[in-house]
Structures are given as C-alpha cells and as structure tokens.
C-alpha cells in the first residue's frame, strides 16, 4: 500500500523522534547521567510509530522493554510532554511516574500507556483483564500487549491466547519479532522461527508483517484494530524486525547481518525513499525535520537534567492504598 | 459493626453470603475462577451465584492461574473489583509473579497512577490427608512482599465481615480460607456488615499468657486455653484476622500485660509468621517477658499424605498446651 504524504511524513517525524531519543539517552546513558540499565528501540521505530498512530489515549497498551519510544509518543501526542518519559528515565521527580519506575516501569494511565512489568510475559496476562474491562463495559476500547520474540517462551503466552480467545477478548498481540532474546536467536528458542506458527492454534487472526517498513506496518495495525474494535476478538501481529543494539558486551551478531539490517533494512531510510518518490518533498525538506526533532529531544534531555531529584522521603509513599506502613 | 439479627452458619455459607451481598452491591464485582461457575466451586463456596449473576459476573476459566490473576488485577486497573478464586493455595505458585511483581507493586512504582483492589480467595491448611500439595499454609511466602494484603478468618462470622472488607478495599487482597474450618458452625449476622482489617481480635481475655494464633490455630489455642484453665492458667488468645499487614498494637499490648507470648501458626518454624512475631515482641517488650517467646509451629517438611504422618508434623491443641507450659515455667 501507499500512504499519503502527510501521513507518511507524520510517522516519518515519529520514527525520528524515537531515534533520537534512543540516540541522546545512549549517549546522557554513557556519561553515567542515567541510572539502571538501557535498552533501546533502534532499528523497530516503524512498528512503534505505527502502534501509536493508531492507539487513542482511551486504549490501552503495555509496553516492552524496547518502548521508551512509544510511550514517549504516546506522551506527547496525547499531553505534549514527552518530556517526563525522558525524566523518567533520569529518575527525576518530574518523571511519569515521578521516578520510581524508570525505563523498564513508564506509565501514564491518561495516554492509554499501562506500563511494562519487566518480568517478560507477565503482562501477557494482566492486558486479559483490561481487554475483559472493556468488554463487560461495553466499551469499543483495544488492550494491546507489546512483546518481544522472547517473551513467547513464558507460560503466560499460551495462558493469554488461550483465553483471550474463548472470551473473545479485545486483545491486540503485537509480537516484536527482532530475531534474538538478548543472544538466544529466535529459531533456537522456539519451535519455530515464525512466531505466528505457534499463535495460529488458539484459532484467531495471526498475520506476519514487514516491521522495517511502516506502510506495512502501518496498515496492519490499522486492519487489526478495526478487526478488534468491530467485536470480533484478538489479534496477532508478528513483525519482522532487528534491534540494533547488541548484548551489554557489544556486538555478537554476523557482520554480514548487522551491515544488511544497519544499511539496506534501516526503517528510516526505507521510509526516506518512499517519501521522496511521491516527489512532493526534497531531502532537504526531511533533514530540516530531522533537525527540528534532535532539537526538541535535547530540550527533553536538558529537561530531565534540569529537574529535581525525587524527595527521598517519597520512598516510603504509595506501598499500599490509603495505608501508611512502616515496619 | 454487627447488627442484632444472628444466624448459625458455616464458614463455607458465611462466605457465600457476603460473596452474594457484595455482588449485589457494585455491578463491578465480578467472580473468576476453576468450577466455580455452574459446580459452585470445589468446597461450594459459590454455589449458586452463577445461576443468579450469569457467565459474565461468575466466569470459569481454563487452569491458567497465571492468567486468572493477570486477568483480575488488568480488570483492576480499570476500576473493576474481581473476586478470584485459587482452588487450593498450594497452586498460588503458578500465579506468584502476578501477585508478587505485579499485584503488589503497581501501585508503588507508577506512582499511585494504578490501583490493583483484587480479593483472591484460596483454600489453604491441612489435617485431611491432601498430600504435599493441596493442604499447605502459604502465608509465609507472601510475608516478604511489601504491598501484598494477607487475610486470614477464623470464625464464620470474621469471614463473612473480613470478606466483604476485603472486596472494598484498594489493595491486592490474598484471603486465606482453611480448609479445616470450611464447615465449622458460628452465629453470622445477617446483611451487609464489615470487620475491619488490620485488626486483630481478642478471642478469649486472660492474664497469665498471650497466644497469638490465625485460622485453625485460634481454635486449637481456644481447646487449650479451656483445658489448662483447669490447672488456673489464665490464657489470652489473640485471633490476628489480618496477617499482613498485622496489627502489632494490639499484640504488643497483650504481650506487655500478660508477660508471656506463644505464637502458634500451621506453616513450618523458619521464616513464618511465627518467627516475624516473636522477633517483633522481643524488640518492643523485651523487658516486660518473663520468659522467652514460644513459637508452636508445622515441622520443617513437606506435608506427607498419610493421615498418621500428616498429624505427627502438624501442630495441634497438644502442642499449644506444650508452649504454654514451657513459658510458664
């Protein structure tokens, strides 16, 4: 399929800011400015741009552990400040969840964004219940669970699909498929290098996708929304994609691999070739974008440096509901 | 709290009542759960609320505990107040990371942004030949995990109260329902009434020993107290209905006037409620003990299956007899 360009420039901005953002919080990551671990969304900014194209602020996702990307997206599109997931992430108190959850634990109810539990799989189970919400409601609203190819070894896989199907739930699976669980290649883990194999038994739709590229990418999600939203129960998607960071000792990956991914299958520059042979803008016109997005993600960065840490007094705060507890 | 109108019931009924009333109550309380629809459940507790509120309100589910918790606390979030069932707690296993990781933190670590007011119902304890893995005492696998709400009745008329409080509680809610008193009789009030949580009670007052015991072992501590009575021992029995978190308070007071403390649970010695207990009496009434806290508790093991093997592990009115002796040396 072919988008129009306003749209097709809009995830083009998208998928730029969500480079950005990877880029600056390596780079603020490797000075030591910020705390815990980091992994990052390179290489699969077309499947989040499209995810969040196509969620409104009254769905709900939970996001990986590659997704500071959307859940920024989904920050600024609905409260126009992205901002506080990059405070998040610095442990400022100005931070989505004011510091206490970090990368692996972003989450803003009001933007649709439920929030990733870093145990993989785990929320696997949790989006039934939200999907089950919706539906005892009666609600036209889409739970979308966003996983790894790793994620599909847990138990919760099959838990999920399965239920998921006998009720009928207004699930959204959609499966990142990049190829490794931190070093272990999917066709080894799995009985099948195609996720979707072990998807299509549970008797729902289930559909492979090109996630480097986000008119694909981006017309699949819309399909599997309106599949979702019209009553007629989940979905899977499985995009095919590569992440470019390596394991936290570097690179393990074939060169041969990581030159094909890097520079004939980079998300961006496909969708870069695809914008100018609609011929109505210019490079120049997208490196002025590109331009306007680093600019607004150092912002972001000088944000969260700028703000102040969380009162440590806070560290006691919200362990239960309505409870003090102190023991 | 309760009102005049008493009824006997058992523990199984009581607990069917408030399970009624509150789904009469808010349209948003909702049952989940292994047979707990048309089948009523494996012990009857819900029996016949599938045929009051339909599929929808009282859902069977696959065995996918997992999935039964993540399903209940995603509902949740949204404002829903599930009702879960865990058919015996020793399957709690299957679900422990829905509980622990997700239940018991959402609150904290989004910063208040979500709540997660799940109430799940579990059959726990032994003393009827369940074998290893339908007849254990679970609390102690919860004591470490901050958030986690741990309730525990034992009368029919705490689990009628303490469960219709749990369900209009905020917190993630693991109600513990032992076995052994599931058809034990007790005068039950009727309609809606609450107990409230974190409250211990006083099940019998007395001056010479406090024993401080959950479920089952409130009454094995209640024989005991009749019997060394006799012998002119005075025996406070402190039922503690809410495990975690406790109410220390009223413990501590107890300790302080009696100067002595038995703690008796089911669960095995190390690292229980038993042990939590004596370690928070000794730091706060150290100097008014008269003697060591006791700690009356399962045998480090596995619960065997034969019933001879089962009762030589398990502690009963003997053995809470034994403790309080040994105190009052």
Partial sequence: MTLDIETLVDLYRDMWLIRAFEFGLEREFKKGNVPGMLHTGVGQEATQAALAAHLQASDAFFPDHRCHGINALAQEKHQGDGERIMAELFGRATGVCSGKGGSLHSANPKVGNFGDNAVEGSYMATVLGVALAYQMRGQPNVACCIIGDGTVGRGEFHESLNMAAIWKLPVLYACVNNGYAISMPVGKGHASADIVDLARGYGFPCEIVDGNDIEAAYDAVQRAIAHIRSGAGPYFLEFKTWRWQGIFSGEFRPPEEVKYWKEERDPLKLAREKILAQGKLSAEDLERIEAEVKAEIEAWIDFAKASPMPDPAKATADVYVGWEVTA | ?329
């Fill in chain 2, 1 to 329: 709290m309760t009102q005049a109108t008493t009824r006997s019931r058992t523990f199984v009924q009581a607990l069917n009542e408030a399970l009624d009333i509150a789904m009469e109550r808010d349209p948003y309380v909702y049952m989940l759960g292994e047979d707990i629809g048309e089948m009523g459940g494996d012990f009857g507790v819900t029996r016949g609320l599938w045929a009051k509120y339909g599929d929808a309100r009282v859902r069977d589910t696959p065995l996918s505990e997992a999935a039964i918790i993540g399903a209940s606390v995603g509902s949740a979030m949204l404002g829903m107040r599930p009702v879960a069932e865990i058919m015996f707690a020793d399957f709690i296993g299957e679900c422990y990371d829905q509980l622990v990781n997700n239940a018991a933190k959402m609150h904290y670590m989004f910063d208040g942004q979500f709540k997660a007011p799940i109430v799940v119902r579990t059959a726990c304890g032994g003393g009827f030949g369940g074998g290893p893995h339908h007849s254990q005492s679970v609390e102690g696998w919860f004591l470490n995990v901050p958030g986690i709400v741990l309730v525990a009745p034992a009368t029919p008329a705490d689990a009628k109260g303490l469960l219709l409080a749990s369900i209009e509680n905020d917190n993630p809610i693991i109600f513990l329902e032992h076995k052994a008193l599931y058809r034990i009789k007790g005068e039950v009030p009727e309609g809606y009434y609450t107990t409230p949580l974190r409250k211990a009670a006083v099940a019998r007052a007395g001056s010479d020993v406090t024993v401080i015991a959950t479920m089952k072992m409130v009454h094995e501590a209640l024989a005991a107290a009749a019997e060394l009575e006799k012998e002119g021992v005075s025996v406070e029995v402190i039922d503690l209905r809410t495990i975690r978190p406790y109410d220390a308070e009223t413990v501590l007071e107890s300790v302080r006037k009696t100067g002595r403390a038995v703690v008796a649970t089911e669960a095995p010695k190390i690292g229980g409620l038993a042990a939590e207990l004596s370690a928070t009496i000794g730091e706060e009434c150290f100097h008014d003990l008269k003697a060591p806290v006791a700690r009356v508790a399962g045998l480090d093991t596995p619960i065997p299956f034969s019933l001879v093997l089962e009762k030589y592990i398990l502690p009963g009115k003997e053995q809470v007899i034994a403790g309080i002796r040994s105190v009052m040396k």
